[in-house]
């Protein structure tokens, strides 16, 4: 087994071009991924969160991201750009090439937020002392995360699926979830 690097915005080629046989990064479920590539059953589950800096006096709470003058950052072929395209009506939306690039737009003051998951959200906070989380008052848009896969090669994914079903019954996806305090996100 080897580990190959690739980031969500060459995950498809990636996965489809056998650079690698399947993606265990908290992959996002949407329609376009759904339309190339193969799901297996959601294991998370994770709504969108916002990071700013705790000296930004311009967002306090969720209701001050999408106003005039506000920029947000996301990163490119995150299941975030789709989304905050649609959404945002005020803000100014900024899609960059990279996860740590939405970081230092907002550590910079050029950005005012970044959009992340509950996972990623809680990384910033235990490893930034600059980091603040913005948290929707109700639920916002929430993803169901699954591994991904090319389509075809049944045996494999069966597998795969069996290995899933096997660590949520007998708890040890609890158990990890837990360790990494991602409890509150497991799909059961």
Known sequence: MSFVDSSFANLTPDLLNGRCDIAMFAIGITPARQE???FTQPYLASDIYAITTSSNR???DWADIDQPGSVVAVARGTLHEPIMKARLQQAELRVLDTPHAREFE???GRADVFMTDFPYSRRMLDNSDWAR???PKST???TPYAWAMAPGDDRFYERIERFLTDIKRDGRLLTHAVRHQLQPIVVR
């Open 133 to 135: 989380l913005v948290s």
């Open 36 to 38: 190339k590539l193969r």
């Open 140 to 142: 916002y848009h929430v």
């Open 106 to 108: 907002v550590q910079s």
């Open 58 to 60: 311009r967002i306090r």
